[in-house]
Nanobody, 123 residues
Framework: QVQLVESGGGLVQPGGSLRLSCAASGFIFNIYAMTWVRQAPGKGLEWVSDISVYGGTTRYVDSVEGRFTISRDNANKMLYLQMNSLKPKDKAVYYC????????????????RGQGTQVTVST
């Protein structure tokens, strides 16, 4: 059974940083691309970032390019999202999700996701 458990969210001031983590289990982690998606209050899901199986290819939505960094640790089945220079518009519930294949994408198609972790950016 696929399990994805996010952590690391919280309240941070504008300009601050957070590192989200996602612990994966129940599947062969190092054969799937992984993704982060988010949902802001009152809005739909938004794709944020993707990473290939060995981390050589990453993709970001334009609004976080240069501020967020996705990474993974296949040995420990962990996915990360380093978020710097956070802005109020980054406030959302962030979910890690497993892609259906090893292909990196830029949409919200996935077959499993975690329960999410709340990120709030406010003074």
């Amino acid at each position: 059974q696929v399990q994805l458990v996010e952590s690391g969210g919280g309240l941070v001031q504008p300009g601050g940083s957070l590192r989200l983590s996602c612990a994966a289990s129940g599947f062969i982690f190092n054969i799937y691309a992984m993704t982060w998606v988010r949902q802001a209050p009152g809005k739909g899901l938004e794709w944020v970032s993707d990473i290939s199986v060995y981390g050589g290819t990453t993709r970001y939505v334009d609004s976080v390019e240069g501020r967020f960094t996705i990474s993974r640790d296949n040995a420990n089945k962990m996915l990360y999202l380093q978020m710097n220079s956070l802005k109020p518009k980054d406030k959302a519930v962030y979910y890690c999700a497993k892609r259906r294949t090893s292909t990196v994408k830029t949409d919200i198609s996935y077959d499993s996701r975690g329960q999410g972790t709340q990120v709030t950016v406010s003074t």
